[in-house]
């Protein structure tokens, strides 16, 4: 197969993964599981700029994830903000959250690091499940739906939109950071 043909190939599958949802031919049910998939793409890119191109392993990935999740929750749901606002507070806080987990688990080596970070993870969840304010174990319910235009979008089609732009934004970004000179210095690690 010539280069030309395979990256015609890529592009009809690409038209066809976007186009079919919304023809009625895919059940709703196989929808929200491409877009379980696009969400757990988010989070494998993450890791693999971590685990992958910088070499530090990483088990409490999922922790930081909880942390974004009821971030946008408690401010949406308990504070009044439009989901569309909580996402960079929820972006910074999960930063911050992990920049000060960060300054005590980088100095970690060899078995010690996969084990701090496994501990960390084993914490936040256990904190998460534990606060009632978070709604503990049952987690927290009534989180408004996100909306462009006044349109909410509650229909897992819709969805579908926003999560693989995320993700197709998200690849985008991890390959300019790897191009970048930060890349190089992550890449040294």
Known sequence: MRAGTGRITAVLVAVV??????????????????????????????????????????????????????????????????????????LAATALGAVLLGAVTVRLSGHFLPLGTIAWGAAIFYLFGNLSALGAHDGMSGIPPLELGGHALIDVRQYFV???????????????LLRARTGRGVRAL
């Open 17 to 90: 993964v976007v186009v079919l949802p919304f023809t009625g031919l895919m059940p709703a049910y196989w929808v929200t599981l491409f877009n379980y998939i696009g969400i757990a793409s988010l989070v494998a890119i993450g890791l693999v700029l971590l685990t992958g191109v910088g070499g530090m392993t990483s088990f409490g990935q999922a922790a930081f994830v909880g942390v974004g999740a009821y971030t946008t929750s408690v401010l949406t749901v308990q504070m009044g903000f439009s989901p569309w606002a909580s996402l960079p507070l929820s």
């Open 162 to 176: 926003v999560v693989w732009l995320a993700v197709v934004l998200s690849v985008v970004a991890a390959h300019n």
